[in-house]
DNA sequence: AGCATTAATTATCTTTTGTTAATGCACAGC
DNA sequence: GCTGTGCATTAACAAAAGATAATTAATGCT
């Protein structure tokens, strides 16, 4: 799908730079520009939406995935999510810099951007139609069957903002599915 | 942002077939490939799932916008979405297969699709975080205050299934409101 | 370990939504 | 112009979710 050369790679790593954070370390602010993304190589973080002084969660990932406020990121403009780590994380940070110099040097890493681009949209839309086709106790069981991970790793208030509902109501849920 | 040629935009003009179709007519079946997309030069079209037998509308399109199944149109994978013209309505028709020639004859072109899938995925997030973060009498309100011609143009038993929430719930919605 | 803080559950009550059914309206087709 | 069909509204009841508060469980910190 995208075959690179020995050189491309290496410098679509070497774009790359280790970074450990802490637990709960804020990594882009709301309202700020996310000027990196980060590949999770070890840990957990979170996008979420700041109202009336609620955070209300918008996605989770784990190790192997990327997170980063992807329209702010894109397009350099103030974020409306924050993002931050759930769990003391190793990342590894692409700045926006960076990877422009890359796509500038290399052609090739357009493919990169349209691709990620893709995925985020499809992703995304699996999650949007969800919401109008699902009730939320049919959205726990689905994030059950397809992330179960974000059960065990993640509090459950914020949880109970992903699908929608106040953490009382995910408890009562939680009941009437297990019991 | 993306400057063409005038040869450039000859033969992206060219891409696309004017296409006249009726009201309520099938652009594209749920679990087919939408192997076009549309501009709409005049009319009115929706995008929708089916659950249960039920339509579900995830979308609205009205001229000046372009429609498709943007996974599937991408991807050339089964549509999990059907479209449809909501009114009597002349289309501008790209292939993929004309839109893929473009692109390795003019791989400016990619810019096209990176800025589409870009656009698609702004506007997706915005639609899906007022799930998360508003409730169904806010979404309504916001859909006035953004999307009015959706109001005008569309029944309001689809209105009601885009805004996740039952036709007789919408219409509770509308008394509490202008009431 | 002990204390303080935060999270999760349970209870009670209110509000909203879903469901089903009935009514009134509008529009399409004959 | 009539008639039938489908759509929006209203009503009545059931189910679910929000809000608030109290209790219990878990977590963090020194």
New interface residues.
């Given amino acids: 799908m995208m075959p690179l050369s020995e050189k491309q790679w290496q410098a679509f790593s070497e774009a790359f730079i280790y970074r450990e954070v802490p637990k709960r370390h804020l990594l882009t602010a709301a309202g700020s520009i996310a000027r990196e993304a980060y590949f999770i190589n070890k840990g957990a973080g979170r996008l979420y939406?700041i109202?009336d002084g609620e955070e209300?969660?918008?996605n989770f990932m784990f190790e192997g995935g990327f997170i980063t406020s992807?329209?702010s990121f894109?397009?350099q403009i103030p974020s409306?999510?924050a993002v931050e780590t759930l769990e003391d994380s190793e990342l590894l940070v692409l700045s926006k810099e960076r990877l422009d110099a890359l796509v500038a040097q290399q052609?090739v890493f357009?493919l990169f951007?349209?691709a990620i681009?893709?995925m985020?949209?499809?992703m995304?839309?699996r999650?949007?139609?969800s919401?109008?086709?699902d009730s939320p106790e049919e959205r726990y069981n689905n994030m059950l069957a397809q992330r179960p991970e974000i059960l065990n790793r993640v509090p459950q208030h914020m949880i109970a903002?992903?699908?929608?509902v106040t953490p009382v109501s995910l408890s009562r849920i939680r009941k009437r599915v297990s019991g």
Wanted: hydrophobic share 50%; glycine share 4%.
């Fill in positions: 939406f109202k209300i969660s918008a992807l329209e894109l397009l409306r999510q052609p357009n951007n349209k681009a893709e985020a949209f499809i995304l839309q999650r949007a139609s919401f109008i086709l903002s992903y699908l929608g």
